[in-house]
């Protein structure tokens, strides 16, 4: 079944800013094994397709700019819902 036709039938798609926050994970996540370095990590870590790095203000700021509202708690809540 289409991946597209699978999230026509979720409660995702009825929450417009789920479906802005699915889509922004899907662009942000890697789409080939990859290393990254981190700042005040010693070694780099390895992600794997489909994975990606995050922080709760970064986050926020990639999905909403400058905008206050949602807050990045919210932001970061809905991520983890």
Same mark, same amino acid.
């Given at each position: 079944m289409d991946y597209a036709v699978q999230l026509l039938g979720? %409660?995702?798609w009825?929450?417009?800013d789920?479906?802005?926050l699915w889509?922004?994970?899907?662009l942000k996540a890697?789409?080939?094994? @990859?290393?990254?370095?981190?700042?005040g990590? %010693?070694?780099?870590?390895?992600?794997?397709?489909?994975?990606f790095i995050t922080g709760q203000h970064s986050l926020h700021k990639g999905l909403c @700019?400058?905008?206050a509202e949602p807050s990045?708690?919210?932001?970061?809540r809905w991520l983890h819902a």
């Open positions: 979720t %409660a995702i009825g929450n417009r789920l479906v802005c889509v922004y994970c899907l890697n789409h080939k094994e @990859g290393w990254v370095n981190m700042k990590h %010693a070694k780099p870590i390895k992600l794997k397709p489909g994975q @700019g400058d905008v990045s708690r919210t932001v970061w």
